[in-house]
Each structure stands twice: as structure tokens, then as C-alpha cells.
């Protein structure tokens, strides 16, 4: 992070700005909003200067800029097009101590000025670290679109009874559970719709009927193969609702970040032959937590109820009346199919598909192999890479032809994403050259072959 965002307290303090043409001008506006007292420095001032000055106080010194001119002041811009001036004013602010914004100069700035959204008295900040100021004003152009201008309406909801809350929550996650309420429930639409008095009624009584007994309550969610782009908004909304997150291997980092931060995060392994928590403990420590009235979020690779174990731990859940939701992921098989190509459903060569587990037990694979002939039906084999050996012996011995196609997909979304093609007589052997490493995911059917003309991303 090249510059840390904050807020700064301009209202009655010295600001002193250098230059006065049309860039200057924009910088003032902000200033002057912001309740600064502000000098302008300039021989020459833009005819955007002379409407500012009927609409706010402001002091002009018609003359040039000259060392000294800094004293005083909290806060100081340059926006001449003299790039010795610039400069000039850059050293003298450094040398006092004040924070300094040379305008188009990265190098020459210990602060810069974000793309600003607002709806005062929420304020929100884009910037780019002076990198592309235009990416930072289209990011703003959406978070405008966003976010209606009564928004503002419900931070100053939130002022006017922030005494009011802060007493009915005996801690800090109890209170963070009433501002949820209001924000994300039926008070923040009555305030939207200006209908004041009701959103006054309903607060008072969220109030009264608040419990700090209440039980928690558990977020199952499937967080994808990888890609965090792949997540779904419930998923996202929920994650950074939760007090503490548990996820494992499958889960990428990047996801877990996304939780609040001042979430716990406990990890809880996942890996073959590692659980570093067995799944039964898992799913004591989903009750425990939820007891203890905390809102926890179970991140799952791929969707819970695909090869997640999801149905056993939401049924402990479910036994003790214990809240949850389950929000479903896009699973391996389609995200892994999608990513490298490979569609598993096609007119010419497949009418339907079959998800299997792959993971070995005792070192074999115990399936009805009879079921998995047809040439017209694709098969998805999850947790395969150590039984593949198995997969194409099986497959082989009950009539599958040598030469059916086959794709091992490794890393499935992620930039690290590999693609494998043989056939089941060959993939064994690429399989061993290459040494891909889990999760990876198996495709069997004439669909593979589309692979090369179709596939858009990933590499290998």
C-alpha cells in the first residue's frame, strides 16, 4: 500500500494553495467544502477562482509564490504548470514538516487527493495511489450508482442514535449486530422512503427485544474453486457478516481475506491424510461457536453439497435448533470444465454427465464401473489424483476403449491453472511426467477433445 487512506478535520484550519487555474480550482472546491481557511497563491487566478470566492471566504495574494509563504499552514497543494515552482514548494513543506500535493506529481507528493463519493456525512474514497486517476474515477462513477444519494440519510440516522445503540450492546459484537440490523433490514428502507417516524419505531423496538443471550448462527458457504471473482454476492455478504471463519486447504487466501478483519480465522486442514481437525470436530465446533453467540462463517471449496461433507455438518446443526444458511458455490467440475474448455455437456458428443468421487478408500475405488460406459455421457471424477491408476484400469477392464479422451485439470481457476489431455491409456504416463500436484480434477469423454479449440484460460 503505497499511501494509507484517512480522513482529515479541515473545518477553521490553514490551508494554503499555490496556483489558481482550472486544476487548482477543483482543489479548492474540495478544500473550501471541507471548511478549510484558504489562502490562494497565484498572479493570476481562473474565472472558477472569482465564482468560488462569491460562494465561500477565501484569501487570493495576486503575486508569485515565494519561500515562507508555508508558515502556518496544516496542509499544502501546488498546481502551477511551472515544474521549478512545484518543486520549490515541495522542498519548503518537507522542511516544515507539512503534509504536501504537487498536482500530476506522484514523486512529489506525501499525500494525494482520492475520487470522492458523497454523501456526507458517509464519505467514500477511491484511489489509485496516483497510478491511473481515471481508473479511480470510473471505480467512483459505480459506487456512485451504487449507493442513493439517501444513504446519507442513514448515517445520519446512525449519528442521531449512536448514544442509544452503543447502551443496548453490552459488547462490541453485540453492538455490530444491532447497526447490521438497522443498516442491512427494514430500518434503512423506511429511511430511504424519508419515512422518518416509522424507521424512530422500529429502532425502539429492535431496542427493547434485543436478547445478549441470543444464539449464534452458522454460514455454510461454498467459496468456489478458487477465483474469488466466482464468489456470489449472499456468499460475500454473509462472510464479512461472521465473527470467526473457518476454512481449510481448498479455500483460496484471497477469499479468506475478504472477512472482516477483525474476524477470527481458524484453519482447520482439509489435506489427504492430514485433517489437522477431524470432520467430527468440525462439526462440534460449529455448535460451540454458535452457542456462544458468534456468527460463523464455514467456507467450503467448490459447493457444500457436492463432495463437501456440508449435509453432515449442517445436520448437527440442525438436530441442536441451531440457525444456519447455506449459500451454494459453483462446484470443481463445472468451474474446472468452464475455465479450461472443455464443455461437459455437448449436441455432438455428450447428452449428459456424471459427478463420481475419486478419493480412495483402503486403496480402491468401490463403484458400480458397469454404470460409467456410455460414450455419450461425460464423467466428472473429484479428489482423483491418486486414484487414477484405479479410474483407468476400471474404466478399461468394463469396455471403456484405450483411446477414450481424458483431462486432468490442476488448480482449476486459479493463475497456477495446468491442463493435462491424454486418453486413459496415456494419461497414467503424462500424469507421472508432469506431477501435478492436488486439487486437481479428471474428465472423461469425447468433450475433452474440444478442449484445444475452446479453452481461454489456464495454461499447460
Not at 65 to 89: C, F, H, K, Q
Not at 429 to 457: D, F, H, M, N
Request: aromatic share 6%; net charge neutral; charged share 25%.
Amino acid at each position: 500500500m503505497d499511501f494509507l487512506p484517512i480522513n482529515l478535520r479541515l473545518r477553521d484550519q490553514p490551508v494554503v494553495l499555490v496556483g489558481a487555474g482550472v486544476v487548482a480550482a477543483r482543489k479548492a472546491r474540495f478544500l473550501l467544502g471541507a471548511g478549510a481557511i484558504l489562502t490562494v497563491i497565484a498572479p493570476e487566478q481562473d474565472a472558477q477562482f472569482r465564482a468560488l470566492g462569491e460562494e465561500f471566504s477565501l484569501t487570493w495574494q495576486q503575486r508569485e509564490y515565494a519561500p515562507g509563504d508555508l508558515a502556518g499552514a496544516i496542509m499544502v497543494i501546488a498546481a502551477t504548470p511551472d515544474r521549478g515552482v512545484n518543486e520549490s514548494v515541495h522542498r519548503e513543506a518537507r522542511s516544515l514538516n507539512i503534509p504536501v500535493n504537487v498536482v500530476d506529481s506522484p514523486d512529489l507528493c506525501s499525500f494525494i487527493f482520492p475520487a470522492i463519493v458523497d454523501r456526507s456525512p458517509l464519505i467514500v474514497a477511491i484511489s489509485s495511489s496516483g497510478a491511473s486517476p481515471v481508473l479511480a474515477r470510473s471505480v467512483r462513477s459505480r459506487i456512485e450508482a451504487m449507493l442513493p444519494a439517501a444513504t446519507a440519510d442513514i448515517a445520519r440516522f446512525g449519528r442521531l442514535h449512536r448514544d442509544r445503540i452503543r447502551a443496548a450492546g453490552e459488547s462490541e459484537g453485540e453492538r455490530r449486530r444491532i447497526w447490521e440490523q438497522i443498516i442491512d433490514g427494514p430500518i434503512a428502507q423506511l429511511i430511504l422512503s424519508n419515512r422518518w417516524q416509522a424507521a424512530e419505531q422500529a429502532l425502539a423496538e429492535l431496542l427493547e427485544s434485543h436478547s445478549t443471550s441470543a444464539v449464534g448462527e452458522v454460514y455454510l458457504i461454498g467459496a468456489g474453486p478458487g477465483d474469488p471473482e466466482l464468489m456470489t454476492f449472499k456468499a460475500l455478504r454473509l462472510l464479512q457478516r461472521a465473527d470467526i471463519v473457518l476454512h481449510d486447504r481448498l479455500v483460496n487466501p484471497d477469499i479468506v481475506a475478504m472477512a472482516r478483519r477483525d474476524a477470527d480465522k481458524l484453519y482447520v486442514g482439509k489435506r489427504r491424510s492430514d485433517h489437522s481437525v477431524p470432520q467430527d470436530r468440525i462439526n462440534e465446533l460449529l455448535v460451540e461457536l454458535a452457542l456462544e453467540g458468534k456468527r460463523v462463517a464455514r467456507l467450503k471449496g467448490g459447493d457444500p453439497f457436492v463432495f463437501g461433507r456440508g449435509g453432515e455438518e449442517i445436520e448437527l446443526l440442525a438436530q441442536r435448533d441451531i440457525p444456519f444458511q447455506v449459500v451454494p458455490g459453483i462446484t470443481a467440475g463445472n468451474a474446472a470444465a468452464c475455465y479450461a474448455g472443455i464443455p461437459l455437456t455437448h449436441r455432438d458428443y455428450a447428452q449428459s454427465v456424471r459427478f463420481v468421487t475419486g478419493h480412495t478408500k483402503d486403496g480402491e475405488l468401490h463403484h458400480r464401473w458397469e454404470e460409467f460406459l456410455s460414450n455419450t455421457e461425460t464423467l466428472v471424477f473429484y479428489m482423483g489424483l491418486v486414484g487414477l491408476p484405479i479410474i483407468c484400469r476400471e474404466l478399461i477392464a468394463h469396455g471403456r476403449s484405450k483411446d477414450t479422451p481424458v483431462a486432468l485439470i490442476e488448480r482449476a481457476t486459479s493463475a497456477e491453472q495446468r491442463l493435462l489431455t491424454g486418453t486413459l491409456g496415456s494419461i497414467e504416463s503424462l500424469v507421472e511426467s508432469a506431477k501435478p500436484q492436488a486439487p486437481t480434477l479428471i474428465i472423461v469423454g469425447k468433450v475433452v477433445l474440444l478442449a484445444e479449440r475452446l479453452r481461454w484460460y489456464g495454461s499447460g
